[in-house]
């Protein structure tokens, strides 16, 4: 068995909310671990009354505290990595990543470099729509460390966009039945939908926004 597969059957033992939130803390930092493994099955025990029973705890556990834990530990994994970013700086976060240990988490200077120009290309709001993304999202805290991204933006773009993937993953774990061949098959064509939505809604608010702006002016110079 693989380590993944020595913590899965770990947290299937262990299913609660605590064990939620440290699983999605070390997903939404540097340590590959993936979160569709943690909120699915989950929201699964949730809404099935014959096993809505944690392993270990012996009381019910309820999808939308999965959903608000699961959030909690995607913030708090992300403020590792926006930290130490801020901390250690773009030269050592480029030598860990291409380290011996940078390597055994998945890293590579080459991915953090593909995180940082999705950063600069999109702006602050990546660190939302980032979240969206596999392959990104788990990075996408590191360049907005390196660029010292107001904290406070940081932690409500980020808010926003994890708990929106929760949401995801826990219908995705209900209506699949925790059936993990079937959650990782539709994984990415619901992250491709889920960002060509929210750019959808964005492109209609930055058009709206600059119609109204032109109504505005157009008002003013008639006085």
Not at 97 to 108: I, N
Not at 164 to 178: C, D, E, R, S, T
């Given at each position: 068995?693989?380590?993944?597969?020595?913590?899965i059957?770990w947290?299937?033992a262990?299913?609660?909310?605590a064990?939620?939130?440290?699983?999605?803390t070390i997903?939404s930092?540097?340590?590959?671990?993936?979160?569709?493994?943690?909120?699915?099955?989950?929201?699964?025990?949730?809404?099935?009354?014959?096993s809505?029973?944690c392993?270990?705890g012996?009381?019910?556990?309820?999808?939308?505290?999965?959903?608000?834990?699961?959030?909690?530990?995607?913030?708090?994994?992300?403020?590792i990595?926006?930290?130490?970013?801020?901390?250690?700086?773009?030269?050592?976060?480029?030598?860990?990543?291409?380290?011996?240990?940078?390597?055994?988490?998945?890293?590579?200077?080459?991915?953090?470099?593909?995180?940082e120009?999705?950063?600069?290309?999109?702006g602050?709001?990546?660190?939302?729509?980032?979240?969206?993304?596999?392959?990104?999202r788990?990075?996408?805290?590191?360049?907005?460390?390196?660029?010292?991204?107001?904290?406070?933006?940081?932690?409500?773009?980020?808010?926003?966009?994890?708990?929106?993937?929760?949401?995801?993953?826990?219908?995705?774990?209900y209506?699949?039945?925790?059936?993990?061949d079937?959650?990782?098959r539709?994984n990415?064509?619901?992250?491709?939908?889920?960002?060509?939505?929210v750019?959808?809604?964005?492109?209609?608010l930055?058009?709206?926004?600059?119609?109204?702006?032109?109504?505005?002016?157009?008002?003013?110079?008639?006085?």
């Amino acid at each position: 068995m693989t380590l993944i597969d020595n913590v899965i059957a770990w947290y299937s033992a262990h299913m609660n909310y605590a064990s939620i939130t440290a699983l999605m803390t070390i997903e939404s930092s540097f340590i590959p671990f993936p979160s569709e493994v943690v909120i699915p099955p989950a929201a699964f025990v949730a809404g099935d009354p014959n096993s809505a029973l944690c392993a270990t705890g012996n009381y019910p556990i309820d999808v939308l505290i999965i959903v608000l834990f699961g959030t909690l530990g995607a913030m708090l994994g992300a403020i590792i990595n926006y930290g130490l970013s801020v901390w250690l700086g773009r030269l050592i976060i480029y030598r860990f990543a291409d380290s011996k240990v940078g390597h055994l988490c998945m890293l590579s200077s080459e991915k953090v470099q593909k995180a940082e120009q999705y950063f600069n290309d999109h702006g602050k709001i990546s660190t939302f729509i980032g979240r969206l993304i596999p392959g990104i999202r788990q990075l996408i805290s590191i360049p907005a460390g390196l660029s010292r991204m107001p904290f406070g933006q940081f932690l409500l773009y980020t808010f926003l966009g994890a708990a929106i993937w929760n949401v995801v993953l826990a219908l995705l774990g209900y209506v699949a039945h925790g059936q993990m061949d079937l959650i990782e098959r539709y994984n990415s064509e619901l992250s491709i939908a889920i960002v060509v939505l929210v750019g959808v809604v964005a492109a209609y608010l930055i058009v709206k926004a600059i119609i109204k702006r032109k109504v505005d002016s157009g008002k003013q110079s008639l006085r």
